[in-house]
């Protein structure tokens, strides 16, 4: 384009645009043909050591069942609206047929499923999409959970069926501004009225709030000082907004909730929600699902390299031929294997009842299993080159998507010390009071 030096700078640019900008990005196929995008999903190659030998019929059923929806009705849709930071809510009665919402609960609608194969939905749902699986677990294994295991039967008559068919949806509000490791201390305080409860406070990062017909919301009772679980919908005074700039898990509509004077009837307390003791039965189930993200993550992940390698071409050969890139194709199968087995013996122990606090942070996204998935997703990032920071091929989503889930449910540190005091006897949250005198 010739260049009118008489014009000013400002004519320029309109000039300039009229030739070069405005015009829409080239589809991916077209841009890069030499590879094919995820929105076409991958077959699943992770599981060398087969572990689907472990898993009985009904959970291979599951299996297939979520993975072959994920692959058809997700994976076209999910990059578009990671980038637009929306939720596609037109899959959700897809995501209901499915039948894995509630998860583990037996009655009220909900499938009664095993431990194990509510985990493998679980990270099947992970493999191709990272936010769709956050959705499910807070909906399901926090919410759900939670009125399943400490509501009363009428509680349970009245929600669960509903919202195992996904026709109403919830959040689990625990984490505050000012308290989220240290979440037992948190100052939400609820104060007993004439026929019910009155809410004042604060909550921050909590999933599915903006759009929730259901909140379980937890607060520190003012008389007794212990914590209670409180179900309350559409009450006046309770607000969510969405938190924005999030660079991970950008589908989860994550928001902060006020409470200003939000008043509670005394059939919507949960009575089995007494302490912080309680509030942990449900994390103890919790955190075995939230295990599986990363090692479906990683599954997603590897599979995509997998077939890359072997489309993409350079020095007129297949990536997948050169051997410093099958090394690192090693090493990420090497580590998906190894947090499949954790993740299955986790669920089995729970299932035996000789699960710890110990075993589910060790096990869980915060210690190895995410340490691990952070260095099967970096490895992928590492053998798509560019290809690497493009939603398009899922690696780089799922290495954004990742950060969020090593951090959440507490973080890879507070459950480093979980399993520490397991092993030692010893907590030591707290850093050691500091002495006003010299021990010299």
């Not at 297949?318 to 669920?347: D, E, H, S, T």
Request: hydrophobic fraction near 40%.
């Amino acid at each position: 384009m010739a260049v009118d030096l008489s014009k000013k700078q400002g004519d320029l640019y309109k000039d300039a645009k009229s030739f070069n900008f405005g015009l829409p990005a080239l589809d991916v196929s077209v841009a890069f043909p030499q590879a094919t995008p995820a929105s076409i999903f991958p077959p699943c190659t992770s599981d060398y050591y087969q572990f689907d030998d472990l898993l009985t019929t009904e959970e291979k059923s599951t299996r297939l069942k979520v993975r072959e929806c994920m692959e058809r009705e997700v994976a076209p849709i999910m990059t578009e609206y990671w980038e637009k930071a929306e939720f596609p809510f037109h899959i959700v009665p897809k995501l209901a047929a499915l039948r894995i919402a509630g998860g583990t609960i037996k009655g009220y609608g909900c499938p009664g499923l095993s431990i194990a194969g509510s985990a493998i939905a679980t990270a099947e749902v992970a493999r191709v999409d990272a936010s769709c699986s956050t959705f499910i677990l807070v909906h399901s294994s926090l919410a759900m959970l939670t009125i399943a295991l400490c509501g009363s039967e009428e509680q349970k008559q009245k929600y669960l069926p509903s919202l195992a068919q996904l026709d109403t949806l919830a959040c689990w509000a625990l984490t505050e501004p000012d308290y989220g490791s240290d979440a037992s201390a948190l100052k939400t305080m609820a104060t007993k009225v004439a026929g019910g409860w009155v809410l004042e406070g604060q909550k921050r990062w909590i999933g599915n709030s903006t759009f929730a017909d259901v909140l379980i919301i937890f607060a520190r009772n003012a008389i007794t000082n212990q914590i209670n679980g409180i179900v309350k919908k559409n009450a006046p005074g309770l607000s969510a907004t969405k938190i924005e700039n999030k660079i991970g898990l950008r589908m989860v509509q994550n928001g902060d909730i006020l409470l200003k004077k939000v008043f509670v009837p005394d059939e919507d307390r949960l009575p089995g929600v007494n302490s912080f003791q309680d509030t942990n039965k449900v994390l103890a189930v919790s955190r075995v699902m939230v295990a599986w993200q990363p090692i479906g993550i990683s599954m997603g992940v590897y599979d995509m390299c997998h077939r890359y390698l072997k489309e993409r071409k350079q020095f007129g050969a297949p990536l997948a031929a050169f051997q410093i890139n099958q090394q690192k194709l090693v090493q990420m199968l090497g580590n998906v294997q190894a947090m499949l087995l954790i993740g299955w013996r986790l669920c089995k122990m729970y299932e035996n009842g000789k699960m710890t606090p110990g075993h589910a942070s060790l096990g869980k996204v915060r210690a190895w299993i995410t340490s691990k998935a952070r260095e099967t997703v970096a490895l992928g990032r590492e053998l798509l080159g560019g290809n690497g920071i493009l939603a398009d091929f899922l690696v780089a989503k799922a290495f954004c998507d990742l950060e969020p889930i090593y951090t959440y449910e507490g973080t890879y540190d507070i459950n480093s010390l979980v399993t520490g005091r397991d092993i030692t006897g010893i907590a030591s949250f707290k850093p050691a009071a500091s002495r006003q005198i010299s021990r010299l």
